[in-house]
C-alpha cells in the first residue's frame, strides 16, 4: 500500500514514524542555563526549573548540559555553545534554554548571570555560528521579548516568556514550561512526549491563568516565531502508546495511521455518520494492532 | 463591533443632536418669550412659533432660548456660543446653557458650565439650580444644599420647591409633598411650574393607589398634549421598582402625546424589565425613529441585538436562564440549583410564590449589564431586580479574584424576587436588600459572617442612619461609602429582626403589602417604635462587634502589616501580623482577609502544619480567594483527603464556573469518589469551554458516560478524542472494551 498516502503520513506525523525514544533521543542537543535569581527563592526556584528541563532531555538524549548560577558565566556560556554546535551531526536539533532574570534598557537585552551578561547580540553572534541545523531557543527570562528580532533566523525557533523588552518583571513562564515537562495534559496528540510547541502551549496557556487567578494585568505575553518546534522535550511515565518499532505489527500501524489522517484530511466532504463510523472502524484496527492483534 | 463599544460610540455622536425637547425644561428659569402661552396650551404649532421668535430675536442670548423651546438643541447651542463669545463673564448665560446640555444628556459639560458660573457669581441661581437637577437625577446628596442656597435669597422659587418636591416623592414622603404643592399652588403658581404641580401631585396619587387623580384632569384642561402628567408618575414608578405599573403610566402618557420620544425609549426599557421584549422593541424602534440620537434608545435596540444573537435560552420548570451561548453550559446547573432552592425555601419563608417563570439573565460584560439595567454603561451596581426578572454580572464580568461572588450575588437577587414579590414591589428599598444581604449571609452558596471594614468604621465614628431614614443611605449617599454600608447595616438589621422577632421579617412584610411605610411596618410587625429598634439594634452591634471595635486600630495596623510583609515576601513578618489579625477579627475573610498573607507566610516558609489551619479556618469562614482554594485542595489531594478535597473544589469551581481545569479536576475527583452523575457535569463543562487538553477532557467525558452505562454518548466522546489524538492509549482501550472486544473491567455507578 500506499506509498503516497504514507509519505502524506511522514509529513504530518513525524513523530509517530520515529516512535523509539531512542530514535529521538540522539538528534537533540542542549544546553540549559539557569542565571542569577538575586534572591534565595529566585536562585532555588530557577534552579529547580532548569534541572526539571534538563532531566527530562537526558531522558530522551545524552547530549545535555546544565549551568546552574555560578558556572554560567558569559564566557562559560559562549564556550559550551561553540562545544554543542562543534558535536552537531546533519539533521540535529540544536536547543538553548535559558531561565532567570532578563533586562532590557531599551538598547541591550541582557540576560544576568555572575560577571558581564551576554547581551541579545552576544547570544545571535553564538548562535548565528552553529552549523544550520533545527535550532530552538527558548528564553524564559522575563524581558526576553527584546530577543525576538535579534535572534530571528529561518531554521530557529525562537520561544520567549514576554512579547517585548518592555515586559520586564519577573516572569512565570518557566515555571509552567518546566512544569509542562511532567504533565500529561501538556501532551496534546497523546503520543506519550511533550514537545516544545505542546510545552510552550502549556506554559502560554498557564500563564493567562495565572494571571487572571491572581486578577492582575498580565505582565508577560509569551511569544513563540519561527517553525514549528516538534522537538520532544520530555518522556511522560506513562508508557508511550506505540513505543514498538519494527515488524509486521509496527507497518500495520503505520498503515493505519496513514489511513486516519487521510480520513480526517477528507471529512468536511463526507456526512457525519459515514465519516465517523469509517473512523472507528480503522480505530478499532489501531487499537487491536496496538495489542498486538494484528488483522 | 461589540456590544460595548458599539454603545460607547452611541454616546459620542449623541452630543446635541437635535431632540424634541419638552419646552418645560426649557422654559423653566428662561425669560419670558411670546410663543409660551402655545406651547403651554399645547398647541402643535408652538415648535413653528419659537422657530419664527428666533428668526426675529434681536440677540443670541433670546434666539438661543426660542430655539431651545423649539426643540433645535444644536441651534440653540450654536447661538448659547455665540452670545457667550460677547459677554464672557455673563453668569446667568453661562448658567442658561449649561441646563441646555443637560437636555443634551452631556452631564459632565452642563456641570463645568455651572462651576464656572459659579466661579463669576457664586450664588447664581440658574447656576444651582443646573447644579441640583444634576444631582436629583443622579442620586446624589447635593440637592437640598444647593437648593437651599436658592431659597434663602427667594424663599419662594417655584422651581426650587417643585425639585424639592420632586425629591420628597422619591423618597416616599407623599403627604408632605401633596401639602408643599397646594401651599404653591394656592399661592398662584403658573406657568409651565403650575402644570409640573399637578404632574407630581399626580403622581403622588399614582404612588398612593387614588385612581383616576383630579389632578390628571386639571392638568389636561390646561393642555391636552401634557403626556407628563402620566410620565412623571411613571418615573415615580419606576424609583419605586413597581415596573408593571409604569408600563401603564408611560402607556397613558403617550396616548395623550404619541410623539414624546423620550418616554416613548422609558416604555421600551421598562417593557424589557417586565420581560415582554417583542413590544419593547417595537417602541423603542418608533423611539428610535423619532429621536435616533437617544443613546438610551439606541443602547436598548442594540441590547436587544445581543440577546437575540449572542445569548442561548434555557427554560425550566419556573424558572428562564439567559447567558452568553458560550458560557451557558457552564452557568445553568448552578442556576437551576439555586432557583430551585430559593424557590423551595424563601417561598416558605416570604410567603410568596411568582405566579410565572423567574427570569435569571447573567451578563459577561457589565457595561451590557449596564444597559439592561439602566438604558447606559457605567452603572455601579452589579446585580437589579425587577419583579420576576434577575439581570446581574455574571462570572465573567467579574470575578471572584476581584471579590464579587456571583453565586452569592444571584441568592442576593433572588431573594428580592421573593421580597418584592410578597408586597407587590411595595416594600422599603433598606427591607428589601437587608433581607437579601441576609439571606446571603445566612442561607446563600458561601454563608459567612464578615462584615467590611469600611462598616466597622462607620459603626466606630457613630455614622450609621436610624432605621427610619436607612433608605436615604441607598437614595441621597451623603458620603462616598455609605450606599454599601447601608447595604451591610440593612444586613445587620434583618439579621436582628430574624434572630429576635419570630415571624417579624414575614410580618413587616405583610405591613408593606398593605402599603405601609417602614415606620408602619415596623410600629404593626414588630410590635415597637422605630427608635426603639435602633436601641436594640446599637446593643445588637455591641455584642456582636464590641471586641473588634475596642480593637479597630490594632487590627487595621495588623492588617496592613501584613499583606506589605507577604508583598516583600517577608514571610515571618507577614505570618507574625496575620496571626496578630486573625486573632483579633477571625470571622474576617474579605479580599484582603488576614489570612491571606498568614497562609502565604506558611506556605513560603514551608510550614504545612500552620499553612493547612490557616486556609481550613478561612475556607469555613467563608473565604474563597481562588489562590487559597487551590492551595487547600492541593493540601487535601496531597494528605489523601478525597473529600475535603472535592468540598474545596465544589465551592471553588462554583466560584470560578469557567474555569475548564478547575471543572475538569472536580469531574475526575468525583468520578474517582464513584459519583459519575455529579462527575458528568463537570467533565462536560469542562469540554464545551474549549480546554487546553482537549484529547484528555473528551476522553473524561467518555468514561464518565461508560461508567453511567450511556454508552453511545461515550461513543461519540471518544471519537472525538481518537479523532483528535489517534494514538491516545487509553483512549483505543476503552474503544475496544465499548465495541466488546476488551473485558469490562470498570465500576459503572
Not at chain 1, 544576568?112 to 545571535?124: C, F, I, Q, Y
Not at chain 1, 501538556?186 to 505542546?198: N, R, T
Amino acid at each position: 500500500m500506499r506509498p503516497l498516502r504514507q509519505s502524506v503520513w511522514l509529513a504530518l506525523w513525524p513523530a509517530m514514524v520515529l516512535s523509539a525514544a531512542g530514535a529521538v533521543a540522539a538528534d537533540t542537543r542542549a544546553l540549559v542555563v539557569a542565571g542569577l535569581g538575586g534572591s534565595d527563592a529566585y536562585e532555588s526556584a530557577f534552579q529547580h526549573q532548569a534541572r526539571t528541563v534538563a532531566d527530562g532531555l537526558r531522558a530522551l538524549s545524552g547530549d545535555v548540559t546544565l549551568l546552574l548560577g555560578g558556572m554560567a558565566g558569559r564566557d562559560r556560556c559562549a564556550d559550551e555553545l561553540a562545544a554543542l554546535g562543534a558535536r552537531a551531526e546533519a539533521g540535529d536539533t540544536l536547543l538553548l534554554v535559558l531561565i532567570g532574570h532578563g533586562s532590557y534598557d531599551d538598547r541591550h537585552y541582557r540576560f544576568n548571570v555572575p560577571g558581564p551578561d551576554p547581551t541579545g547580540e552576544d547570544l545571535a553572534r553564538w548562535l548565528d555560528a552553529w552549523p544550520v541545523q533545527r535550532q530552538l531557543v527558548v528564553a524564559a527570562t522575563s524581558a526576553s521579548g527584546a530577543l525576538q528580532p535579534l535572534l530571528a533566523q529561518p531554521q530557529r525557533t525562537v520561544m520567549t516568556a514576554t512579547r517585548s523588552g518592555a515586559e520586564n518583571n519577573a516572569s512565570v513562564f518557566a515555571e509552567h514550561f518546566a512544569a509542562a515537562l511532567a504533565d500529561s495534559g501538556a501532551d496534546l496528540d497523546k503520543d506519550g512526549y511533550v514537545s516544545a510547541e505542546e510545552a510552550f502551549a502549556y506554559a502560554e496557556n498557564r500563564v493567562g491563568v495565572h494571571y487572571a487567578t491572581a486578577g492582575s494585568m498580565a505582565t508577560e505575553h509569551p511569544l513563540s516565531a519561527g517553525p514549528r518546534a516538534t522537538a520532544r522535550l520530555a518522556r511522560l511515565d506513562a508508557a508511550p502508546a506505540f513505543a514498538a518499532g519494527g515488524g509486521a505489527g509496527a507497518g500495520r500501524i503505520a498503515e493505519l495511521q496513514a489511513a486516519i489522517e487521510a480520513l480526517r484530511a477528507d471529512k468536511d466532504s463526507r456526512d457525519s455518520d459515514s465519516y465517523y463510523a469509517e473512523l472507528q472502524r480503522l480505530l478499532i484496527e489501531l487499537a487491536l494492532a496496538r495489542r498486538g492483534d494484528v488483522p | 463591533m461589540s456590544g460595548t463599544a458599539f454603545i460607547r460610540v452611541v454616546l459620542l455622536v449623541a452630543a446635541l443632536a437635535p431632540a424634541r425637547v419638552a419646552a418645560l425644561a426649557a422654559a423653566s428659569g428662561g425669560p419670558p418669550l411670546g410663543c409660551d402661552a402655545a406651547a403651554l396650551r399645547g398647541d402643535p404649532e408652538a415648535d413653528a412659533c419659537y422657530r419664527a421668535e428666533a428668526r426675529r430675536a434681536g440677540d443670541d442670548a433670546l434666539r438661543a432660548e426660542a430655539l431651545w423651546r423649539a426643540g433645535d438643541l444644536a441651534g440653540a447651542n450654536a447661538a448659547f456660543r455665540s452670545a457667550l463669545s460677547r459677554t464672557p463673564d455673563d453668569a446667568g448665560l453661562r448658567a442658561r446653557w449649561g441646563r441646555l446640555f443637560i437636555d443634551a444628556h452631556q452631564e459632565a459639560d452642563a456641570e463645568a458650565l455651572f462651576r464656572e458660573a459659579l466661579e463669576r457669581d457664586a450664588d447664581n441661581e440658574q447656576a444651582l439650580l443646573g447644579m441640583a437637577q444634576l444631582s436629583l437625577g443622579r442620586f446624589e446628596s447635593g440637592v437640598r444644599s444647593h437648593l437651599a442656597r436658592v431659597l434663602r435669597r427667594r424663599p419662594d422659587h417655584p422651581e426650587a420647591h417643585l425639585m424639592l418636591a420632586r425629591m420628597r416623592l422619591e423618597l416616599g414622603e407623599v403627604d408632605t409633598v401633596r401639602e408643599d404643592l397646594t401651599r404653591l399652588l394656592d399661592a398662584g403658581l403658573g406657568g409651565w411650574e403650575r402644570l409640573d404641580a399637578f404632574a407630581l401631585l399626580a403622581a403622588a396619587d399614582a404612588l398612593a393607589g387614588v385612581e383616576p387623580s383630579p389632578w390628571v384632569e386639571r392638568a389636561l384642561a390646561l393642555n391636552p398634549r401634557f403626556g407628563a402628567v402620566h410620565a412623571v408618575a411613571a418615573r415615580q414608578f419606576v424609583i419605586n421598582r413597581r415596573y408593571r405599573e409604569a408600563v401603564a403610566s408611560y402607556e397613558r402618557a403617550l396616548t395623550v402625546e404619541p410623539d414624546d420620544w423620550l418616554a416613548r425609549a422609558e416604555l421600551g426599557i421598562n417593557l424589557l424589565r417586565v420581560e415582554r421584549p417583542a413590544d419593547a422593541r417595537r417602541n423603542l424602534e418608533r423611539a428610535y425613529a423619532g429621536d435616533p440620537y437617544n443613546p438610551l434608545t439606541v443602547n436598548s435596540l442594540r441590547l436587544l441585538d445581543l440577546l437575540d444573537d449572542d445569548f442561548a435560552v434555557v427554560r425550566e420548570p419556573g424558572l428562564l436562564v439567559r447567558a452568553p451561548r458560550a458560557q451557558a453550559p457552564a452557568l445553568t446547573p448552578y442556576v437551576v440549583r439555586l432557583a430551585r432552592r430559593a424557590g423551595a425555601d424563601m417561598a416558605a419563608r416570604y410567603g410568596y410564590t411568582p405566579a410565572g417563570p423567574v427570569v435569571v439573565e447573567l451578563y459577561e460584560h457589565h457595561d451590557d449589564f449596564a444597559v439592561r439595567t439602566a438604558g447606559l454603561p457605567g452603572l455601579g451596581i452589579l446585580g437589579a431586580t425587577f419583579g420576576d426578572v434577575v439581570v446581574m454580572d455574571g462570572p465573567a464580568a467579574k470575578g471572584i479574584e476581584d471579590g464579587f461572588d456571583w453565586a452569592s450575588a444571584l441568592w442576593h437577587e433572588l431573594a428580592h424576587v421573593y421580597t418584592l414579590g410578597a408586597t407587590g414591589n411595595r416594600v422599603s428599598r433598606w427591607f428589601s436588600e437587608g433581607v437579601s444581604v441576609m439571606e446571603e449571609w445566612r442561607h446563600g452558596p458561601t454563608p459567612n459572617r464578615s462584615v467590611p471594614l469600611s462598616f466597622l468604621e462607620a459603626l466606630a465614628e457613630d455614622r450609621l442612619l436610624p432605621v427610619a431614614d436607612l433608605d436615604e443611605g441607598f437614595l441621597r449617599p451623603q458620603f462616598p461609602q455609605q450606599v454599601g454600608i447601608s447595604y451591610v447595616q440593612a444586613g445587620l438589621l434583618c439579621s436582628l429582626i430574624d434572630a429576635r422577632f419570630d415571624s417579624g421579617l414575614a410580618d413587616m412584610l405583610a405591613v408593606y403589602a398593605t402599603g405601609g411605610n417602614s415606620v408602619e411596618a415596623i410600629r404593626t410587625g414588630l410590635g415597637i417604635a422605630p427608635d426603639a429598634l435602633d436601641r436594640q439594634f446599637r446593643s445588637y452591634l455591641g455584642e456582636r462587634f464590641g471586641g473588634i471595635l475596642a480593637a479597630l486600630e490594632p487590627f487595621r495596623e495588623a492588617l496592613r502589616a501584613a499583606h506589605e510583609a507577604a508583598e516583600r515576601k517577608d514571610w515571618q513578618s507577614a505570618m507574625d501580623a496575620g496571626r496578630r489579625a486573625v486573632a483579633l477579627y477571625p470571622d474576617y475573610v474579605q479580599p484582603d482577609s488576614a489570612y491571606l498573607p498568614l497562609a502565604r507566610g506558611a506556605a513560603g516558609l514551608d510550614d504545612p502544619a500552620v499553612l493547612d489551619a490557616t486556609l481550613a479556618d478561612y475556607f469555613a469562614r467563608g473565604g474563597r480567594d481562588p489562590w487559597a482554594l487551590d492551595r487547600l485542595a492541593d493540601r487535601h489531594a496531597a494528605q489523601g483527603r478525597p473529600r475535603e478535597e472535592i468540598a474545596v473544589l465544589e465551592a471553588h469551581a462554583r466560584t470560578r464556573p469557567l474555569d475548564g481545569a478547575l471543572r475538569a479536576r472536580l469531574g475526575e475527583r468525583l468520578a474517582a469518589a464513584g459519583r459519575y452523575a455529579e462527575a458528568l457535569e463537570h467533565v462536560s463543562v469542562a469540554v464545551e469551554l474549549e480546554p487546553h487538553d482537549r484529547a484528555g477532557a473528551q476522553l473524561r467525558l467518555a468514561d464518565t458516560y461508560y461508567r453511567l452505562n450511556r454508552i453511545e454518548e461515550a461513543r461519540r466522546a471518544l471519537l472525538q478524542a481518537l479523532e483528535i489524538a489517534p494514538t491516545y492509549g487509553p483512549a483505543l482501550d476503552l474503544l475496544l472494551t465499548l465495541n466488546g472486544t476488551a473485558p469490562d473491567e470498570r465500576p459503572h455507578e
